[in-house]
């Protein structure tokens, strides 16, 4: 299983970004999947994560403003980050399972 993540960039406080994770592979479809953040210097975070029956969890940081989707046909996690923020800047990360995918950077910075 590889997962390929990609959407990052740069966007301005208040702007959008959404985030893909692209499997390849056996991917179960009851495995957990979610988005984790690592800022400079501090420890990787959990964003949100997604379980087979669509239930949906959250940091009380980014609650309101990023949305956490899948597509199961096409074994692909979605991040939509609304209103992006400083404390947003991070390299993000998806999981599905025990499978990392390699990170991709957001900075939010005007």
């Known amino acids: 299983v590889q997962l390929q993540a990609s959407g990052g960039g740069l966007a301005q406080p208040g702007g959008s970004l959404r985030l893909s994770c692209a499997g390849s592979?056996?991917?179960?479809?009851?495995?957990?999947r979610g988005w984790y953040r690592q800022a400079p210097g501090e420890q990787r975070e959990l964003v949100s994560s997604?379980?087979?029956?669509?239930?949906?969890t959250y940091a009380d940081s980014v609650k309101g403003r990023f949305f956490i989707s899948r597509d199961n046909a096409k074994n692909t996690l979605y991040l939509q980050m609304n209103n992006l923020k400083p404390e947003d800047t991070a390299v993000y990360y998806c999981?599905?399972?025990?499978?990392w995918g390699q990170g991709t950077l957001v900075t939010v910075s005007s």
């Open positions: 999981k599905i399972g025990s499978i």
């Open positions: 592979g056996s991917i179960s479809t009851f495995d957990v």
């Open positions: 997604i379980t087979w029956i669509g239930t949906e």
